[in-house]
């Protein structure tokens, strides 16, 4: 059984681009979950995505930052117009069920922008 | 501010020797978890603990948690080289579980 599956590894922009994140659960799982880590802290809540719904972006910033899940394929994080300071590593975790006790990490996307 | 603080932020000890690493809060959770991260990885889960008052072995690991949901800690026995990582822990703030608080973590390091 496959575990959370993020790609790319490692992203680099320069100011102004896109950047695209994806993540793929693991199998049997319809919860997923964004994080945001910056260097010597803790995770951050960003997102968190059921099958083609939103369920709680109290953690995402209001602009420039999107998430998505659709029926098919993986989640995706996108984020407009990136500044130096969306430099962190973004990990996405899964569950089958909205559970306290199950969360799956990925092994994380780093995004540096230049 | 944050919501989960843990503590000390830092550890460096000898292999063998015992630790407790703790994390407190001034919210209830319906939940808390404790995560091990290894550098250029993501973090693995290494228990959930529910109730107050509870505790949870694993080998060398023993984990407890508060009687009053706010606290916990993580005692190592023995520490050895491969427990080195940065140990997170997480409270469901909600009872579906849906947000996880993160506390900054314990970056402990166990030199041979």
């Known amino acids: 059984n496959a575990g959370v599956m993020q790609n790319p590894r490692h992203l680099v922009r320069r100011r102004g681009q896109e950047a695209r994140l994806r993540c793929s659960p693991m199998?049997?799982?319809?919860?997923v979950y964004w994080y945001r880590q910056l260097p010597e802290e803790g995770l951050k809540f960003m997102v968190y995505l059921q099958k083609e719904n939103i369920i709680d972006e109290s953690g995402m910033p209001k602009e420039r930052f999107s998430a998505e899940f659709p029926k098919e394929g993986p989640s995706i994080l996108r984020i407009q117009q990136v500044v130096r300071g969306d430099s962190a590593a973004y990990f996405c975790?899964?569950?089958?069920?909205?559970?306290?006790?199950?969360?799956?990490f990925g092994p994380g996307t780093r995004l540096t922008v230049l | 501010t944050q919501l989960l603080e843990q503590s000390p932020q830092f550890l460096s000890i000898q292999e063998g020797e015992n630790l407790t690493v703790y994390c407190n809060s001034s919210s209830v959770f319906s939940s808390l978890q404790w995560y091990r991260q290894e550098p250029g990885e993501g973090p693995v889960l290494l228990v959930t603990?529910?109730?107050?008052?509870e505790v949870k072995k694993l080998k060398r690991l023993t984990f407890q948690f508060g009687d009053a949901r706010k606290d916990s800690s993580l005692h190592i026995t023995a520490a050895q080289p491969g427990d080195t990582g940065l140990y997170l822990c997480?409270?469901?703030?909600?009872?579906?579980?849906?947000?996880?608080?993160f506390g900054p973590g314990t970056r402990l390091s166990v030199l041979p």
């Open positions: 997480a409270g469901a703030i909600d009872n579906y579980g849906q947000n996880f608080v």
């Open positions: 603990v529910v109730t107050g008052g």
């Open positions: 199998k049997g799982h319809s919860h």
């Open positions: 975790a899964s569950s089958p069920r909205p559970s306290t006790d199950t969360q799956y």
